[in-house]
């Protein structure tokens, strides 16, 4: 789009956090979470994501009329493809046997955050210039740093529709949600369930407790530094079995709890004075945001209630309409997690691989549909005619 202007940001101190939030916000009172600047600056400030770890910060910025950006977008310039969280290791294998280099490439997403939001963040949504002019925006990127690919990972599925209208290919994957339905209680939710899971959950919610152990709910000034002290190690110690080098350093757990404190949750459980486990949430305006976990003493069934029913108790309390609780894991199905589509959309130079992928993703769609309908019906929902014995 010839008239637009567009501003290349190698870091998110080049813009005023007001002016990125009014787009973040697309007219809410404040942004969700992962797309404010205090949540994506404090990633690069830490040195997560940053040049030295292979993400490249190149956001755009579109001005508008009155000189104020109108919209923006988060980009990275990658040289690998972890932390993502939406696998195209196959894809970059083709292109290298094909003699191609498939990095760097362009990367439109929060950093090591599978969770569903908008990505092309106008400030007027309304408005029917910004997303084509980002999107043309994000193309002359990819050719002038001479990327193989542009990817916007965990859209809505507007924004996907959006872009596959604009060149993009279209790519679905599933993850599990819990969906508040105006319960009153915990109770009321598991009302809902098959007696025979319902007994299971109270079971396993009884044990977990066990051994003497309470949790605690720490959001804006109960935030502690000893708390976070204790929350990184079990994160150190998850991130090092599940990666072999977490993502997040100590500092970035700091710069958050600084610039949002109001939006972070930690979960922790407590045994014999002391953490033993604790789960990181941050808190949209409708969802509770799941997002690590880790622990130094096992326990049966801990795991389970530090992140799937403890947020179902917050966002239950808290009238919050949805609980994403990351990605994969079938057996959150048990506990009330059902199937919920993500969307991703890319622009993949090389006509052959381009052609080829889009033949995979046609069928990778259909075999998501239909895996998420079969494990809706596994749920652990009552069936109409289902009939109750207590």
Same mark, same amino acid.
């Given at each position: 789009?010839?008239?637009?202007?567009?501003?290349?940001?190698?870091?998110?101190?080049?813009?005023?956090?007001?002016?990125?939030?009014?787009?973040?916000?697309?007219?809410?009172?404040?942004?969700?979470?992962?797309?404010?600047?205090?949540?994506?600056?404090?990633?690069?400030?830490?040195?997560?994501?940053?040049?030295?770890?292979?993400?490249?910060?190149?956001? #755009?910025?579109? *001005?508008?009329? /009155?000189?104020?950006?109108?919209?923006? &977008?988060? %980009?990275? =310039? @990658?040289?690998?493809? !972890?932390?993502?969280?939406?696998?195209?290791?196959?894809?970059?294998?083709?292109?290298?046997?094909?003699?191609?280099?498939?990095?760097?490439?362009?990367?439109?997403?929060?950093?090591?955050?599978?969770?569903?939001?908008?990505?092309? #963040?106008?400030? *007027?949504?309304? /408005?029917?210039?910004?997303?084509?002019? &980002?999107? %043309?925006? =994000? @193309?002359?990127?990819? !050719?002038?740093?001479?990327?193989?690919?542009?990817?916007?990972?965990?859209?809505?599925?507007?924004?996907?529709?959006?872009?596959?209208?604009?060149?993009?290919?279209?790519?679905?994957?599933?993850?599990?949600?819990?969906?508040?339905?105006?319960?009153?209680?915990?109770? /009321?939710?598991?009302?809902?369930?098959?007696?025979?899971?319902?007994?299971?959950?109270?079971?396993?919610?009884?044990?977990?407790?066990?051994?003497?152990?309470?949790?605690?709910?720490?959001?804006?000034?109960?935030?502690?530094?000893?708390?976070?002290?204790?929350?990184?190690?079990?994160?150190?110690?998850?991130?090092?079995?599940?990666?072999?080098?977490?993502?997040?350093?100590?500092?970035?757990?700091?710069?958050?709890?600084?610039?949002?404190?109001?939006?972070?949750?930690?979960?922790?459980?407590?045994?014999?004075?002391?953490?033993?486990?604790?789960?990181?949430?941050?808190?949209?305006?409708?969802?509770?945001?799941?997002?690590?976990?880790?622990?130094?003493?096992?326990?049966?069934?801990?795991?389970?209630?530090?992140?799937?029913?403890?947020?179902?108790?917050?966002?239950?309390?808290?009238?919050?309409?949805?609980?994403?609780?990351?990605?994969?894991?079938?057996?959150?199905?048990?506990?009330?997690?059902?199937?919920?589509?993500?969307?991703?959309?890319?622009?993949?130079?090389?006509?052959?691989?381009?052609?080829?992928?889009?033949?995979?993703?046609?069928?990778?769609?259909?075999?998501?549909?239909?895996?998420?309908?079969?494990?809706?019906?596994?749920?652990?929902?009552?069936?109409?005619?289902?009939?109750?014995?207590?």
């Amino acid at each position: 789009m010839p008239d637009a202007h567009i501003r290349i940001l190698p870091a998110l101190t080049e813009i005023k956090a007001a002016d990125w939030d009014a787009c973040a916000a697309g007219g809410a009172a404040r942004p969700e979470p992962f797309v404010s600047h205090a949540f994506l600056s404090a990633l690069e400030e830490a040195g997560c994501a940053a040049p030295r770890t292979g993400w490249l910060p190149q956001h #755009l910025v579109l *001005d508008g009329p /009155d000189g104020a950006p109108a919209a923006v &977008l988060p %980009a990275y =310039l @990658k040289s690998h493809s !972890r932390g993502e969280y939406v696998f195209d290791n196959g894809w970059a294998d083709a292109l290298t046997r094909a003699g191609g280099e498939y990095y760097p490439k362009v990367q439109v997403a929060v950093p090591f955050t599978p969770v569903t939001g908008r990505r092309l #963040l106008l400030r *007027d949504p309304a /408005d029917p210039v910004g997303r084509p002019a &980002l999107t %043309a925006g =994000l @193309k002359e990127l990819v !050719r002038l740093r001479g990327a193989s690919s542009a990817h916007v990972t965990f859209s809505t599925e507007e924004e996907w529709e959006a872009l596959a209208g604009l060149g993009f290919l279209k790519r679905t994957d599933r993850q599990f949600h819990w969906t508040n339905a105006g319960y009153a209680s915990y109770d /009321d939710f598991l009302a809902e369930l098959a007696s025979r899971k319902r007994k299971a959950l109270k079971k396993e919610r009884r044990e977990a407790l066990g051994d003497g152990i309470t949790i605690e709910w720490l959001t804006g000034p109960s935030l502690t530094e000893e708390a976070f002290d204790a929350f990184f190690a079990f994160y150190l110690d998850t991130g090092g079995r599940k990666w072999g080098a977490p993502y997040l350093n100590r500092r970035f757990f700091t710069l958050m709890a600084e610039r949002m404190a109001d939006q972070v949750l930690l979960v922790m459980a407590r045994r014999e004075e002391r953490y033993i486990a604790g789960a990181l949430n941050l808190v949209g305006a409708d969802t509770l945001y799941g997002r690590y976990w880790g622990a130094i003493e096992h326990h049966p069934f801990l795991h389970f209630e530090v992140c799937y029913h403890q947020a179902i108790d917050y966002a239950i309390a808290h009238k919050l309409k949805v609980v994403e609780a990351g990605a994969q894991g079938e057996h959150k199905l048990a506990r009330g997690y059902l199937p919920k589509t993500t969307y991703s959309a890319h622009y993949i130079v090389h006509p052959a691989l381009e052609r080829a992928v889009a033949q995979y993703l046609e069928r990778e769609r259909a075999y998501i549909e239909e895996d998420a309908a079969v494990l809706t019906e596994l749920g652990p929902f009552r069936r109409s005619c289902e009939e109750e014995q207590d």
